[in-house]
């Protein structure tokens, strides 16, 4: 088997991602890099999908200027980019993107299989295809504006002026919108400046689910989150001192949850808003990844296992590559 070569587990929300990719990590000796945008924050457990560290095996390290990041290990794999940033702090795509590489690295050199899993898909773009986008800072006097607009003003106005992105974003999250609008207005809709892509290769895998199947798994995940205490842990995010604002800015689950507390919502519109939310979520993630035609959309385990086989022995591209 060829050393260097990266596998990336994508695909929407509650469609088995993690699970793969462990069982995965297990068979072909990998570890795994978290490519979610929300588990990269501590205290942001549940909402997020993040797996349980074995309390026995956790432990951190050094690299470069990335000092004490923790690595969770679970279930004997370690895992990378979860728990490295506060969430009272602004995290980027470049600072995930530094990290990730790190981990990547590492991986390599112990002469494992790096698993890049996760359904945010520009934090994957960012890392596989090298996109550099250039840091935009805080313009308040133009937030100041745009939060005196409705959600639908915002998400109009990002429409006209970047519909790539307007099919995407969280239509009604009005922080992400304005700060959407705010990169737009200062470098223009396509916010890259350069490339540096891998120089090996990357097999790219997606989780298919039926319409149906992924709206049932959806549901049951999130009832599982509500027994575990989603609600109780964005009441410990707000006692930490995180506004409700900023708590609504970290997603669907945390801003309806926000909501609920702040009684604007009942129990019942709660889980009904986070289920309709959830699924036009899963939608817009599939339009992401279905514009990537590397990406090789698979319905079992079986049909992956036999596909990474042929990637680690193939000496081709993975776009040669049949299952």
């Not at 297990?26 to 993040?50: H, L, P, W």
């Not at 980027?92 to 590492?106: D, E, G, S």
């Not at 937030?143 to 959600?151: C, P, Q, S």
């Not at 737009?184 to 039926?210: D, H, N, Q, T």
């Amino acid at each position: 088997m060829m050393n260097k070569k990266i596998i990336v587990i994508l695909g929407p929300t509650a469609s088995g991602k993690s699970e793969l990719a462990i069982k995965l990590a297990k068979k072909f000796n990998g570890e795994i890099i978290s490519a979610d945008s929300r588990q990269v924050y501590k205290g942001m457990d549940i909402g997020t999908g993040k797996v349980t560290p074995d309390t026995k095996n956790s432990s951190n390290f050094s690299t470069g200027q990335v000092k004490k990041k923790y690595i969770f290990i679970h279930q004997g794999i370690p895992h990378y980019c979860i728990d490295v940033a506060s969430p009272k702090r602004r995290f980027t795509v470049v600072q995930y993107r530094n990290l990730a590489l790190k981990a990547i690295n590492r991986i390599l050199n112990k002469g494992k299989i790096p698993i890049l899993c996760g359904g945010t898909g520009f934090y994957i773009q960012a890392v596989v295809d090298g996109v550099i986008i250039p840091e935009v800072p805080p313009d308040w006097k133009l937030r100041k504006k745009l939060e005196k607009k409705t959600v639908e003003e915002l998400f109009n106005q990002l429409k006209k002026l970047d519909p790539q992105r307007a099919k995407t974003i969280e239509q009604k999250n009005k922080r992400r919108l304005i700060r959407a609008l705010e990169i737009v207005k200062k470098i223009g809709p396509v916010p890259i400046s350069r490339k540096r892509p891998f120089s090996y290769p990357v097999l790219m895998i997606g989780i298919k689910r039926e319409k149906e199947e992924l709206k049932k798994l959806i549901k049951r995940r999130f009832l599982k989150w509500l027994k575990q205490g989603l609600i109780t842990e964005v009441k410990n995010l707000k006692k930490s001192g995180l506004s409700w604002e900023k708590i609504e800015d970290f997603g669907i689950h945390y801003r309806i949850v926000a909501q609920y507390l702040q009684k604007k919502i009942n129990y019942q519109e709660m889980i009904e808003n986070s289920l309709k939310e959830l699924q036009n979520y899963a939608k817009r993630q599939m339009v992401w990844f279905k514009r990537d035609k590397r990406i090789h959309w698979i319905k079992n385990q079986k049909e992956v296992e036999k596909l990474i086989r042929s990637f680690l022995e193939n000496k081709n591209s993975p776009s040669s590559l049949e299952i």
